[in-house]
């Protein structure tokens, strides 16, 4: 399976995961219908998986800037963390969607 067919099928199983049609992942939403939410957990993934910059990943899931990438991968790494308490449905929804994507 080449690389793009991989990232389309974690990108199918994400929206599987989170109940939510597939191409409401590569719209660009804003910050008021939640999608975002979604996305940033992506973002992580095909960094952490994939070696993808950021200016890709921005292409791939419609972000206006690299930055704005930037923002969401390190917002979430953070919450990841140990260093940071608190967000104990954020790590147990990173993990099961590892889980479910088969990563």
């Known amino acids: 399976m080449t690389q793009p067919d991989q990232i389309e099928g974690i990108l199918i199983k994400t929206a599987e995961y989170f109940g ?3 191409e409401l ?3 660009n939403y804003g910050n008021r219908s939640g999608i975002w939410k979604y996305k940033r957990y992506l973002i992580v993934i095909l960094m952490d998986n994939f ?3 950021f200016t890709q ?3 791939l899931l419609n972000y206006k800037t690299p930055q704005n990438v930037s923002y969401s991968y390190h917002q979430l790494k953070n919450e990841l ?3 940071f308490f608190g967000y104990e449905k954020v790590k147990k929804t990173y993990k099961r969607l590892i889980e479910y994507i088969g990563l």
């Open 51 to 53: 070696d993808m910059t």
């Open 81 to 83: 963390s140990d260093d």
């Open 25 to 27: 992942l590569n719209k």
């Open 57 to 59: 990943i921005g292409k």
């Open 20 to 22: 939510i049609p597939r």
